[in-house]
């Protein structure tokens, strides 16, 4: 069991910059890969970004490639998700994920919803224009 918490949502405006934190309690974070998902009202869950355990890989939507940056301190037991040059359409509900001890056959299921064993609540992101 593991439980995560997502901090550093808010209100923005286009162009700006937000640093996502989501921290883990509750099982060695080491044995866990890491993801971001976001959710906008009448879409379904999107995949945003991943990390392997070490950090070693990391992967994206292409919505997001260049503009966001995931990362993770093992030490902290944290993950983040570094997102700039914030657009109107990245507004959602963004939700951090983890698997644990995942093995070759995640790499096929990381932009899935159902990659993923433990959830967090979630925080909001607002970018207006």
């Known amino acids: 069991q593991v439980q995560l918490v997502e901090s550093g949502g808010g209100l923005v405006q286009t162009g700006d910059s937000l640093r996502l934190s989501c921290a883990a309690s509750?099982?060695?974070?080491?044995?866990?890969?890491m993801g971001w998902f976001r959710h906008a009202p009448g879409k379904e869950r999107e995949f945003v970004a991943a990390?392997?355990?070490?950090?070693?890989?990391?992967y994206y939507a292409d919505s997001v490639k260049g503009r966001f940056t995931i990362s993770r301190d093992n030490a902290k037991n944290t993950v983040y998700l570094q997102m700039n040059s914030l657009k109107t359409k990245d507004t959602a509900v963004y939700y951090c994920?983890?698997?644990?001890?995942?093995?070759?056959?995640?790499?096929?299921?990381?932009?899935?919803?159902?990659?993923?064993?433990?959830w967090g609540p979630g925080t909001q992101v607002t970018v207006s224009s």
């Open positions: 994920a983890a698997k644990l001890d995942p093995g070759t056959g995640w790499i096929i299921r990381l932009r899935l919803p159902s990659g993923y064993d433990y």
């Open positions: 990390i392997s355990w070490s950090g070693s890989s990391t």
């Open positions: 509750g099982r060695t974070f080491s044995r866990f890969a």
